[in-house]
């Protein structure tokens, strides 16, 4: 699933794939995007802000949004990987003879648009401070968390608005190790510094790899305290973790550790 950590890292990926070569092939398969070419610009900047990642190439920005489902994957030309998925855009770039040329694909992306890369922030001017961003800011992100003190902790969380890169994945976890139930009035942490600054240290740890852990155990099936764990065994106490799939997004909870 998609959150912070991941779109830091995929853009990670592209840049060093894409980053100071020129485009020599760019295929826009959405509608309103068919007729732009950017072949013959150089890439100058990949970026991430939260959620968002931007491809820096001319005068133009590419702007996509992975969603629930999306992705970008970088290859060797010779070696594309594209067969069964929607793509959304095809990018190939490096012709210098020390350079090796490759081939980004954005698959399924939630959202994929060009923009004036003059004005490219203004899309995400709205978010909070970025976790895994040079803005981050953990006074703001714990003040902003803090703005409405009725509010659920767990919609809280996951208002890009409010500190910007945290998932469902990121905010059952975090609930847990603060010791609060998802539902929980964001009044009652009692210290949302400690909550943000946690937050931090979760994306930071898991920014340079796919398989993200919060228990310090990199092991399948002993890398999460409980998101995915409906009905298994805490890993603190032994008490089965609550699931509820009754919302907008999924929630689960140690019954005895949490309050």
């Known amino acids: ?31 309103r995007y068919a007729t732009v070419d950017l072949t013959g610009h150089v890439v100058d900047e990949v970026l991430s802000r939260g959620k968002h990642l931007f491809i820096r190439a001319g005068d133009a920005s590419i702007h996509s949004h992975l969603k629930m489902e999306g992705s970008w994957r970088v290859s060797p030309i ?47 001017a709205h978010l909070g401070p970025d976790l ?20 659920p902790l767990a919609d809280a969380l996951l208002d890009q608005r409010v500190l910007a890169g945290v998932g469902n994945v990121y905010c059952n976890e975090l609930c847990f190790v603060i010791g609060h139930l998802p539902t929980t009035a964001v009044g ?10 946690r937050a931090r240290d979760m994306l930071w740890l898991n920014r340079s790899r796919w398989n993200r852990t919060t228990t310090g155990n990199t092991r399948p099936g002993r890398d999460l305290w409980v998101y995915g764990r409906g009905g298994k065994p805490c890993r603190r106490c032994g008490t089965p973790i609550a699931r509820d799939a009754s919302g907008d997004r999924v929630s689960y909870w140690c019954p005895h550790c949490q309050r």
């Not at 594209?82 to 190939?92: C, K, Q, V």
């Not at 012709?95 to 648009?113: F, N, R, S």
């Not at 009652?188 to 600054?197: G, Y």
């Open 132 to 151: 895994l961003g040079d803005d981050w800011d953990p006074n703001l992100a714990a003040a902003n968390l803090t703005a409405d003190p009725d509010r």
């Open 1 to 31: 699933m998609p959150e912070g950590d991941t779109v830091w890292h995929t853009a990670a990926v592209l840049r060093t794939g894409l980053a100071g070569k020129t485009l020599t092939r760019c295929d826009i398969r959405v509608p």
């Open 188 to 197: 009652a942490v009692t210290d949302p510094a400690r909550m943000v600054r």
């Open 78 to 124: 010779d070696r594309p990987s594209r067969a069964g998925h929607r793509i959304r855009i095809l990018l190939e770039a490096g012709t210098a003879p020390d350079t090796e040329p490759v081939q980004a694909v954005g698959i399924d992306l939630g959202k994929l648009e060009i923009l004036d890369r003059r004005h490219d922030m203004d899309v995400v």
